[in-house]
């Protein structure tokens, strides 16, 4: 078994990599790769770079390149849904991409030919964050995640994804990550601890709380991958 941890930014991967042992840096196809052990498990991190572009690349790469056959994925998302508060651990129930906008010609929102709205992600790993969860008395909730290029920060734009998709939780990542593996057959977790409420304070907020957000995240995804090891 060989696990890539796969976060978007800087500050999401750097809580694993002060938690990792035997680390031998990577450089391939313009970004850099960690390989390294968590309890005696094979892992291989690295942050993307932002968005879905970056992530499409950072997740084949991965797979294909360093042959890793799980991929979690952990950072931080803002909120959709009411009851989520900064702080709180979610993880994707499935998927979308709420920018991919062919409706012109009759496509629902988030459809391309041959496309699916909706991705899935394994569920054995799903069975797993629930195990974890229960036996280290954290609080794990669950939700729709919409992934798209664009940072989030009003009430209006909002609502129109909270509408549309039924998403619970906004991010720039997940979907093109969950795409990849879907298509490659890699078993597949998004877990994601909420920055901000996606409003007008989401900058702000973002800013504030984005480490500690990581760090609560990050913290999951490594007892997910002793519990797997
Ligand atoms: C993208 N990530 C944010 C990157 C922001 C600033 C320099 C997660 C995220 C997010 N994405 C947290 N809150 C969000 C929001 N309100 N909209 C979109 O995955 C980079």
Do not use: W
Request: glycine share 6%; net charge negative; aromatic share 10%.
């Amino acid at each position: 078994m060989k696990i890539a941890i796969l976060g978007a930014m800087p500050e999401e991967v750097e809580p694993l990599l002060e938690k990792l042992d035997d680390i031998s840096r990577v450089d391939y196809a313009d970004n850099r790769y960690y390989k390294a052990k968590y309890k005696g498990v094979e892992v291989v991190v690295a942050y993307s770079k932002i968005g879905c572009a970056f992530s499409t690349l950072t997740a084949t790469i991965l797979i294909e390149h360093f042959g890793c056959d799980t991929l979690l994925f952990s950072g931080v998302a803002g909120a959709i849904n009411e009851d989520f508060k900064i702080g709180d651990l979610i993880y994707a129930s499935k998927l979308c991409k709420h920018d991919l906008d062919i409706t012109a010609f009759g496509h629902p929102a988030g459809f391309v030919p041959e496309g699916k709205v909706f991705i899935y992600p394994d569920s054995n790993l799903v069975e797993v964050a629930k195990s974890v969860a229960n036996s280290k008395g954290i609080e794990l909730k669950e939700g729709v995640v919409a992934t798209g290029d664009q940072f989030i920060s009003s009430q209006e734009k909002k609502e129109q994804i909270k509408e549309t998709f039924n998403a619970d939780a906004i991010e720039m990542e997940g979907y093109s990550v969950a795409l990849v593996c879907d298509a490659l057959n890699v078993p597949f977790f998004i877990l994601r601890a909420i920055s901000d409420s996606a409003d007008m304070d989401a900058s702000f907020d973002f800013d504030a709380f984005l480490e500690k957000s990581a760090k609560v995240s990050a913290d999951f995804v490594l007892e997910m991958v002793e519990k797997l090891g």
